[in-house]
Each structure stands twice: as structure tokens, then as C-alpha cells.
Nanobody
Framework: QVQLVESGGGLVQAGGSLRLSCAAS????????MGWFRQAPGKEREFVAA????????YYADSVKGRFTISRDNAKNTVYLQMVSLKPEDTAVYYC?????????????????WGQGTQVTVSS
């Protein structure tokens, strides 16, 4: 059974930083692409960032490019999302997800397992 547990969310002022973590278990983590998505109230879940199984390739939504960095530590079965220069529009519940075997996707439909989410609130 795959389990994903996010942590690191919280309340931060605009311009501040947060680092989200996602601890995975129940799968050979290093063989699967991973992604971060977010969902703001009244909006659909949207892609934020993704990373290939080896960590070699990363992908970002235009809205976060240059401000967010996705990384992974396969030895710790953990994926991270470093967020800097946060804006009020970054406020959302952030979810990590496990993608396909040796694949990385940019769409929520390409991900099989999801964490419970962690709230990020950016005040102006």
C-alpha cells in the first residue's frame, strides 16, 4: 500500500519561504516520477512541479518557475518543494503524488497515489 505524507505547510507573509516534504512508503520509490499539485478554494487542482524518477529532469508550472524548486532524496523516499518569494496567490492545499513507472507527467490524471495535502497560506 502506497502512502504519502506531506508536511511543512503553514502561514507565511508574502515574500517568505517554505519547504514542503513528502515522505513516501510502500513502493520502490526511486522508479517513479513524483509531482506536486495544489488546489485553492473554488478552483481546480493544478500542476505545480514534477521530477523524474532519477531526479535528473524537473518541470514547473509557469506561475512558479524561478521561485519553486522540486527535488528528491531516493535514499529517504522523500520529495521536496522549496518555495521562495511566496505570493498570496500561492495560497492553496498542496498535494504530492506518485506517477507512473519511470515516467513523469504534468497532469493529475497521470498520477496514481496522492497524499492528504498540506495547507500553505500566504498573507499580503
Amino acid at each position: 500500500q502506497v502512502q504519502l505524507v506531506e508536511s511543512g505547510g503553514g502561514l507565511v507573509q508574502a515574500g517568505g519561504s517554505l519547504r514542503l516534504s513528502c515522505a513516501a512508503s510502500g513502493r520502490t520509490f526511486s522508479l517513479y516520477g513524483m509531482g506536486w499539485f495544489r488546489q485553492a478554494p473554488g478552483k481546480e487542482r493544478e500542476f505545480v512541479a514534477a521530477i523524474s524518477w532519477s531526479g535528473t529532469n524537473t518541470y514547473y508550472a509557469d506561475s512558479v518557475k524561478g521561485r519553486f524548486t522540486i527535488s528528491r532524496d531516493n535514499a529517504k523516499n522523500t520529495v521536496y518543494l522549496q518555495m521562495v518569494s511566496l505570493k498570496p496567490e500561492d495560497t492553496a492545499v498542496y498535494y504530492c503524488a506518485v506517477g507512473g513507472f519511470r515516467r513523469v507527467g504534468l497532469n493529475a490524471g497521470e498520477y496514481d497515489y496522492w497524499g492528504q495535502g498540506t495547507q500553505v497560506t500566504v498573507s499580503s
